[in-house]
Structure formats: C-alpha cells, structure tokens
C-alpha cells in the first residue's frame, strides 16, 4: 500500500483510515511491534500497542476492550502469540473491530484451552524450559529466549527483549475460550515457518478452520521483529479487503 497523506481534524483522520491496534503476547510486550508501528504510521494510520498484564485472559480482554473504546473508527486488530487468544476472546462483542489478523497466534475455538492444544505434542524448544516463579508466573530461561523464542533476531536486540519479557500466569494455559472472534470476523493469517513456540502445523490448523487468508513466512516466532515488511503486507492486504467490501456494500444500499 503506498503512503498515504493523512488530513488530521481536531484529532481525527478525516481521509478515513481505519485504525490499528497491535497485541503483543507472552514474554514480549508493546515494543516488539516498534518496527511495525513505524512502518504503519508512515502511511498515516492511527496504531495503538497496549501493555497487556498477562494475568487473567478476562483482565487482558477488559484492556482491549478500553483501548477499542478509544478508537474513532473501523478497527483492525493483530495480534502475536498470546495476543491472538486476547483477541480471539472478544467473541461476538467486538466494537470497532473490522477484522483480525493473526501473526504466528493462538486462534481457539470454542472450549479449547491453551494447555490441552500445548499437550498435544512435546514442549516446543522456546517453552521447554519455563521457569515458574511463586507467583506463578512462568519465565524463558536467557538462552532458550535468544535461541529459539527469537531465533532469527539480531542477537543484541533478542537479549534487550528478554529483558523486557513479560511473564504469563501459569493459570492462563487452562482458561477455556468462549465463542471466538474469528467466527464472525474476516481473519487473516501469517504462519511462521520455522517457529518453535507454537508448532507451524498448528497454526496452519488454526489458520484453516477460521477461513483465513494465509500467507507463510521464512520466519521464526517473532515475525513482526523479524519480518516487518511482510506483516505490515498483511496488514495492508486486510485493510484493503475490507475497504473493497465496504465500497461494494455502500454501493449496493
């Protein structure tokens, strides 16, 4: 998509972009979009990158929710890893919410959990070695981060990542999701080839049965660090989509 010049109004986009909202996952946080967020502002859109507490999938829904209220207009959401399983759990109430791309992400149906799709097979290399603390909040050890949870990242900037980690309460892998966001969303999907924290298999499954449109990357399990040009192509591919359907559906009113 070439870039855009945005005519701000008191704040508000009045050429019409829709705005973005980016979901960080576990043992990332907000800035593991920075290369992203500077690609997609450039072409003028309005993107949001909260902090999620990964405590309670209810509390990290509350907080997308707070940050959708905000937007002026149609939303799009991404999210990676665990940030697809906050925004799977919008369910039908997703206000704003145009469609949801998911970047190497969780994407539940209907009484599934994390723990029973993570036992399906052995521990991936990036989780095989969590470290639990006594609040139960479970760690990448150093080496297992820089190695395999951002395998395909600089190494200076995988370490400035680990230390800016954010845990996930143990307690999230058994919460059960609800009726997903996907099933009455438009979905798209990037699966990372060479993942090793959530199986590629995996997400090509998730992938299929929301009826995703799919693109696969040579990429490791953070693909937005790595491979911004490619989820920013995405991005704009849903954003596009829909703004085609919207013009038809316009047309025909």
Do not use: C
Request: charged share 20%.
């Amino acid at each position: 998509m070439a870039h855009r010049e945005v005519e701000l109004i008191g704040g508000v986009d009045m050429n019409g972009l829709p705005n973005i909202v980016l979901v960080h996952g576990a043992w990332a946080d907000g800035s593991s979009w920075s290369a992203v967020i500077e690609r997609l502002q450039k072409s003028g859109f309005n993107v949001t990158a909260p902090q999620f507490s990964m405590a309670k999938l209810a509390d990290d829904v509350a907080r997308l929710r707070q940050v959708l209220a905000r937007q002026d207009g149609p939303t799009i959401v991404a999210g990676h890893s665990y940030g697809g399983q906050i925004m799977t759990a919008l369910g039908e109430e997703a206000p704003n919410v145009a469609g949801l791309v998911y970047v190497a992400a969780f994407g539940l149906d209907l009484g599934e959990s994390l723990g029973t799709i993570l036992a399906q097979g052995p521990p991936t290399p990036a989780i095989a070695h969590l470290s639990i603390d006594k609040q139960g909040y479970a760690w990448l050890p150093e080496d297992d981060f820089i190695n395999h949870f951002a395998g395909d990242v600089d190494p200076v900037k995988a370490k400035v990542m680990f230390a800016v980690q954010q845990p996930l309460a143990v307690s999230a892998l058994g919460e059960v999701m609800g009726v997903p966001a996907w099933k009455s969303l438009p979905s798209w999907y990037l699966v990372a080839q060479d993942d090793e924290a959530i199986p590629p298999d995996a997400e090509r499954l998730f992938a299929k049965r929301m009826g995703a449109t799919v693109i696969e990357v040579n990429s490791n399990h953070l693909p937005m660090v790595s491979h911004p040009d490619e989820v920013v192509n995405l991005i704009n591919a849903a954003i596009e989509k829909i703004e085609r359907t919207e013009a038809v559906s316009s047309s025909s009113r």
